[in-house]
């Protein structure tokens, strides 16, 4: 696999846009984050809707944060519902500054 830019390819007016639209109601509905050592594991309580809100945002930040790792897990029965974002070193600084995780 080749190295990838640890960047947005997004403006910043889109970003900024894209922040407040899609990104901050699902930063807003994060109930516990974590550490690890290459991004952040967030945990959502399973409301309805919030699988596919995670699914459409995952898919939408493939496009422009192309050096990003996502890994979903929903717990069995309704449980909670991780998603574990990560990338190259660098990764976690990025998602803090850029996207305020």
């Known amino acids: 696999m080749k190295e990838l830019p640890i960047a947005c390819t997004l403006d910043s007016m889109t970003l900024d846009a894209r922040r407040e639209q899609l990104l901050g ?3 807003s509905c994060v109930l516990e984050r ?3 050592p290459d991004g952040y594991r967030v945990r959502f309580q399973s409301d ?3 699988l596919t ?3 459409s ?3 939408t930040e493939r496009r422009c944060c192309k050096f ?3 890994r979903l897990t929903a717990e069995p ?3 909670a519902i ?3 974002v990560s990338g190259p070193p660098g990764t976690r600084e990025f998602l803090r500054a850029v996207f305020n995780f």
Do not use: K, S
């Open 77 to 79: 029965d309704d449980g």
């Open 68 to 70: 990003l790792t996502f």
């Open 25 to 27: 109601g699902l930063i």
């Open 53 to 55: 809100r995670i699914a």
């Open 82 to 84: 991780w998603l574990e």
């Open 34 to 36: 974590i550490e690890i």
């Open 57 to 59: 945002g995952v898919e």
């Open 48 to 50: 309805n809707g919030v």
